[in-house]
């Protein structure tokens, strides 16, 4: 079964700092895709940046990026420069087989404040 | 910018009531799916829609609910008798192929 672990409930930072937000997963699919998406408190689900398992690179985009360490099976999401508009929910999720519809599994969440 | 499109954004409705959630994906996408979450709580997966039909459905997912796409471009879930559990942001969400999913603003239902 997949499953996506994210241990940090809460985090704080300080404006324009960088954080890490941690997202561990376990999955027997040789083949999965990662996800970082971000929930501000009007409730939408943003998508933030996407990781193929066969992916060379570490994602980038712009202030974002994910630290896929494929051994360790994590895949933690760097934001730079932090602004107080960063201040959200961030869910890591994952999508496994293709075959299975692409649902995506999601973790439990962390919850980042930004202050100025 | 396409968007995939909610309504109602919310919804209040009386136990055993049936309830329709309506969602306009974006036009050109293929998949499309519907998730839960509950106040606090994670997104959790419904159901998967692809090619007029369910794709995969988790447990949550039971007789209650349905889901059509009726004419194209509305895609629809459908929740017979609502319980006072079924109280949740419902987030209809579609993608092209092997892409990222786009969510829409979502509902948040209430049961009472």
């Known amino acids: 079964a997949q499953k996506i672990t994210q241990t940090q409930p809460g985090m704080f930072v300080q404006e324009k700092e960088a954080v890490t937000l941690d997202c561990t997963y376990d999955?027997?699919?040789?083949?999965?895709?990662l996800f970082w998406y971000k929930q501000p408190s009007s409730g939408e689900m943003i998508f933030l940046i996407y990781?193929?398992?066969?992916?060379?690179q570490n994602a980038t985009e712009g202030r974002y990026s994910l630290n896929f360490q494929k051994a360790r099976k994590s895949a933690n999401l760097v934001i730079s420069a932090s602004q107080l508009g960063d201040s959200a929910m961030y869910f890591c999720?994952?999508?496994?087989?293709?075959?299975?519809?692409?649902?995506?599994?999601f973790g439990q969440g962390t919850e980042l404040s930004v202050k100025p | 910018e396409p968007e995939v499109t909610q309504t109602p954004s919310h919804q209040v409705t009386q136990m055993g009531q049936e309830v329709i959630l309506r969602c306009v994906p974006i036009?050109?996408?293929?998949?499309f799916y519907w998730y839960r979450q509950i106040l606090g709580q994670k997104v959790e997966f419904l159901v998967s829609f692809y090619n007029n039909e369910i794709s995969e459905k988790s447990e949550i997912f039971d007789d209650q609910f349905s889901v059509e796409r009726p004419d194209g471009s509305n895609f629809t879930l459908k929740i017979r008798s609502t319980k006072l559990e079924d109280s949740a942001m419902y987030f209809c969400?579609?993608?092209?192929?092997?892409?990222?999913?786009?969510f829409g603003q979502g509902t948040r239902l209430t049961v009472v």
């Open positions: 036009s050109n996408h293929l998949y």
């Open positions: 999720a994952m999508r496994g087989s293709y075959n299975q519809g692409g649902k995506l599994i």
């Open positions: 990781q193929g398992s066969y992916d060379q």
């Open positions: 999955t027997s699919d040789p083949s999965y895709g």
């Open positions: 969400a579609s993608k092209l192929t092997n892409t990222e999913a786009f």
